[in-house]
């Protein structure tokens, strides 16, 4: 698949908008907007699996191997330190079973004993329980031929949201997946079947539309309301749908800083809140004030996540490629 730029940049600018938010909250103060990243990865994730889907063939047990490939080995490193840190005494608010730890690492939704959210030992993994639910329908619907696909994920994500709001679940498993939040990865796939037909906007309305989604978001942010799925999805697509607009019609060029932001993105949203903890923490010792507290929590999550990156993500996608394995069944073999 031929490299986005426009996505590359909301995926960095979606990850960043995530560390700011937990830097701040960490600091005492608020920066809700933040939150809204989360709104544009789903739409993002739906939107890049359709296209990928439709430029190549692919089953949907290699579909779903190649989507745990990809999420799953540094997601339980991180797991994995969280929990190495808990037992020392690191994180002395973080209560451990093993219940709990089971459902974390393979991604089943479950009350943590922390504090009764339903969240995975590492917090910002409630994100990725949401994905691999999107994945398994996903792979769902690569068993139909394509003209049905849509109607499929459709039919699916429509109904899980129409369960939860007749019937209001109580257990954690179904009151994370009938969410109406996971009506954005369903928005993604629909923007990218438009995008596939050609059916976008041009320049000024793909200006229009970015326009209007950073505004909505800014004006929600200034008037304190709250940040949910029903507002935030609608002005996610928007942004998207703009952004590939605009690319489409030549108005996005590279920005190597960007675009490899874009590729760290998902190690810097795993590994930020290491660095963020450990920082300001220090930064009470120290006596700074709340500003370059922030800003240092901001620097240090990020680097830490491109370090990840450099260090963890790309080294294990190389070992775990086709490529790698391969490379590697030759070397074991006699001479």
């Known amino acids: 698949m031929k490299t986005l730029y426009g996505i590359q940049y909301l995926r960095a600018f979606a990850a960043l908008a995530v560390v700011v938010f937990h830097a ?41 191997l190649d989507r745990i490939r990809r999420i799953a ?22 209560r451990l079973t093993i219940s709990h730890l089971f459902a974390s690492l393979f991604f089943i939704p479950a009350h943590s004993p922390s504090n009764g959210e339903i969240w995975p ?39 899980f949201v129409l369960i939860g709001m007749i019937f209001q679940p109580t257990s954690a498993l179904l009151q994370t997946y009938t969410r109406p939040i996971i009506l954005e990865f369903l928005g993604g796939v629909f923007l990218a079947e438009l995008w596939l037909r050609r059916w976008i906007a041009g320049t000024s309305l793909g200006l229009a ?6 505004s ?46 874009g590729d760290a993105s998902y190690s810097i949203y795993l590994w930020h809140t290491l660095a963020i903890s450990v920082i300001v ?13 922030v800003l240092a929590a901001v620097v240090g999550g990020t680097i830490l996540g491109v370090a990840a990156y450099e260090l963890i993500e790309k080294p294990i996608r190389k070992i775990l490629s086709g490529d790698g394995l391969r490379r590697r069944q030759l070397q074991r073999r006699p001479s």
């Not at 608020?30 to 939107?47: E, N, P, Q, R, Y």
């Not at 507002?231 to 749908?241: D, Q």
Request: aromatic letters at 14%; glycine letters at 12%.
């Open 216 to 261: 909505g978001f800014a004006a929600i942010f200034l008037m304190g309301a709250n940040f949910d799925e029903t507002i935030c999805g609608p002005l996610a697509m928007a942004l998207v749908y703009g952004m590939v607009s605009l690319e489409a019609d030549g108005s996005i060029g590279r920005v190597p800083l960007l675009t490899y932001l």
């Open 281 to 293: 923490k220090a930064a009470g010792v120290m006596g700074l004030s709340v500003t370059p507290t």
């Open 121 to 159: 030992v590492l917090v910002q993994g409630w994100t990725l329980n949401f994905e691999l639910f999107f994945y398994a329908l996903f792979a769902g619907a690569l068993f139909l031929p394509h003209r049905w696909r849509l109607i499929f994920l459709s039919v699916a994500f429509g109904g």
């Open 24 to 64: 701040a909250e960490k600091s005492g103060e608020h920066f809700a907007i933040g939150a809204a990243g989360v709104d544009v990865f789903f739409v993002i994730s739906g939107f890049i699996m359709w296209v990928i889907s439709d430029r190549r063939p692919m089953t949907p047990q290699g579909f779903l």
């Open 73 to 94: 080995p540094s997601y339980w490193l991180v797991t994995a330190v969280m929990v190495a840190g808990a037992l020392v005494g690191l994180f002395p608010n973080l």
């Open 209 to 214: 539309c970015v326009g209007a989604a950073l």
